[in-house]
């Protein structure tokens, strides 16, 4: 029977199920029931299903005619989910990846995303840090850990993701750096700030020429992401927090002052290495 697969993924990502299909597999030839292609969209069915859990997923596959549909939309058979998890822990993270780029190189060629640019020119690219999983023991030797005033311990794991975003709500990953500790000794932990620098590099290799906005929350008006946006060519909104870039906040203060009730403004100011920023918007006053 033929497949009808979304209209959406067949326009836009015409090489999805290829691209699934190339994805190098772990396991032995003999007695594999479903090609990578199979696995890799028995995954993804988890999200689209919105599945609770893999078993959750495992129970409808065998109830009523589940299969049958799934069959009729995707044209091939849904693997239980021990299956996927089995293939998806030994893939390596990196052909995943590229997997993902080249769905989203496809959508850049298509010029599809170019009516979401800011001032028709910059990809609004949002950067935040996001919780896995925690647990109240020790899960491997990369977890973060937290100690409560009580003295608890929690260990977790966080991913730094940068996605592009759209005003209509869109929100397309590009890139996804772990905020984990080394093995062995350290004196910090790995954080978010950190995190950043490795992500940054990672976008920049992947999209040298895309025209990136990079939108971040407070934790990122400071010297090293100035920098990082200034070196990668991009242009950066940030949340400035009021206790934040405290000198750059006075003048701003008095620039307003000095103006009518709504105005735009503009602040140039030195940062202690002597290198320059500058702080652009709307102000109003109520
Ligand atoms: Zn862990």
């Known amino acids: 029977m033929a497949a009808c697969i979304?209209?959406?993924?067949?326009?836009?990502f015409p090489e999805l199920f290829q691209s699934f299909a190339r994805l190098p597999d772990s396991r032995k030839p003999q007695g594999r029931q479903y090609g990578m292609k199979e696995i890799m969209t028995g995954g993804l069915s988890l999200f689209l299903f919105k599945s609770g859990s893999r078993n959750q997923l495992n129970n409808n596959r065998?109830?009523?005619?589940?299969?049958?549909?799934?069959?009729?939309?995707?044209?091939?058979?849904?693997?239980?989910?021990?299956?996927?998890?089995?293939?998806?822990?030994?893939?390596?993270?990196?052909?995943?990846?590229?997997?993902?780029?080249?769905?989203?190189?496809?959508?850049?060629?298509?010029?599809?995303?170019r009516g979401y640019r800011l001032l028709d020119q910059y990809y609004t690219v949002a950067v935040d840090a996001t919780g896995i999983v925690s647990y109240d023991?020790?899960?491997?030797?990369?977890?973060?850990?937290?100690?409560?005033?009580?003295?608890?311990?929690?260990y977790f794991h966080y991913v730094l993701e940068?996605?592009?975003v759209t005003k209509d709500g869109h929100a397309l990953s590009l890139a996804s750096e772990w905020i984990e500790n080394n093995t062995g000794e350290f004196v910090k932990q790995d954080c978010e700030r950190k995190a950043f620098v490795r992500l940054a590099a990672k976008l920049k290799k992947q999209y040298p020429r895309l025209p990136v906005c990079i939108l971040a929350d407070g934790?990122?008006?400071?010297?090293?992401?100035?920098?990082?946006c200034e070196d990668y060519g991009w242009k950066f909104i940030f949340v400035l927090q009021d206790k934040s870039l405290k000198t750059v906040r006075e003048e701003l203060t008095l620039t307003l002052r000095s103006?009518?009730?709504?105005?735009?403004?503009?602040?140039?100011?030195?940062?202690?290495?002597h290198r320059r920023i500058q702080v652009s918007g709307r102000y109003s006053i109520p």
Request: glycine share 4%; charged share 30%.
């Open 62 to 113: 065998q109830s009523g005619h589940f299969e049958d549909h799934y069959r009729n939309l995707f044209g091939m058979k849904l693997p239980h989910q021990d299956t996927v998890s089995d293939v998806l822990r030994e893939l390596d993270p990196a052909k995943l990846n590229q997997c993902r780029m080249d769905l989203m190189s496809g959508l850049f060629n298509q010029k599809c995303l």
């Open 6 to 12: 979304p209209a959406t993924v067949k326009q836009r």
């Open 162 to 164: 940068a996605k592009l």
């Open 219 to 228: 934790l990122y008006p400071y010297e090293n992401a100035f920098k990082i």
């Open 137 to 154: 023991s020790r899960h491997c030797e990369h977890c973060l850990t937290k100690k409560s005033k009580s003295g608890k311990v929690t």
């Open 259 to 273: 103006k009518p009730v709504e105005e735009f403004f503009t602040v140039k100011k030195r940062l202690a290495n």
